[in-house]
């Protein structure tokens, strides 16, 4: 990718895009062979420059309030291919080459449950990799989780999501 | 779409998602046919109960602090094909059919500029229906832009893309 360099010329990409009152930008990342959207992130400048720099994705936490390299822990990394930008150079869209799966659940991509009829939420993908296994087993039995939606929609997926749901505390994992 | 009926159900799912502080959840607007990612913007939940009643897109505009229908003034409209959620259901994917453009500076997808050699952005993408023709050319000499970005990205922008860029408000145009 001829945009992973070093010099100057990221920043002024940078200074084109329309950040949030947080510093932030979510980032869309969407397979590059596929097309399937894998995963919705955010990045503040920082996490943009690595990127840029690296040609692997990095993103920032909002709920750990931290950098984060995707797929330090998995080596699921994403390789980017292209970043293109909206109308309102408020939204980025990452085209990736993906290793393994986005989504720490252990699927190809976070988008893994649909609307199904009568509001039913269902599972429709097959999970890729065991999460237990890429993050650690004994995490599973931990129950806090911090950063990870709590309510119904856990619920709702716990119920669904049968032995493939993994109740590990975000704070320990990737977004 | 089965989703799309009066029944409480809907409610359901929507109380399955995570909400943002203003009670907002953005939405990946997806090409049914050819998996191109063709915008981004917020729901809330009167905006998904119409999307799920109507089967169009509903989106709440954040700027202009009120709803708007996708297509109601360009009748570009998407057809929804179907809507999942991400791992922690704070992110919607919706796959539609999109009538004309999303993209209301008259391309089919919001992201039709992409990062180039040294920084540069480039227009990666012919636009496929006259902007000024759509949203009504008199609009063209408004200098008042309050909701679109301002700065470099919008300056970049207007360098680049010659002629079909249109000076519209934001507030009269859709996000």
Redesign the interface.
Known sequence: M??VND?P?????A????WNEEGLI?A?V?DAE????L??AWMDERALRDTLATGQTHFYSRSRRTHWHKGETSGHVQHVE??????????L?IKARQIGGA???G?RS????????????DV?ADPVFDSALVYGSSQRTDPATPD??S????E??RTIVRGSRTDLPRSRLE?
Chains 1, 2 share one sequence.
């Not at 010329?9 to 990409?13: D, K």
């Not at 596929?34 to 959207?37: F, W």
């Not at 292209?82 to 939204?91: A, M, T």
Request: proline share 3%; charged share 20%.
């Open positions: 001829t945009l010099s010329e990221p920043l002024r990409f200074s084109a895009l329309t979510p869309i969407q596929n097309g399937e959207v995963m919705l292209s970043i293109s930008l909206d109308c309102d150079g408020d939204v869209l989504c720490h659940e699927y976070c988008f893994f449950r649909g609307l199904g009829d009568g509001g039913r939420i429709i990870h939606g309510g119904s929609a856990e709702i997926t977004e």
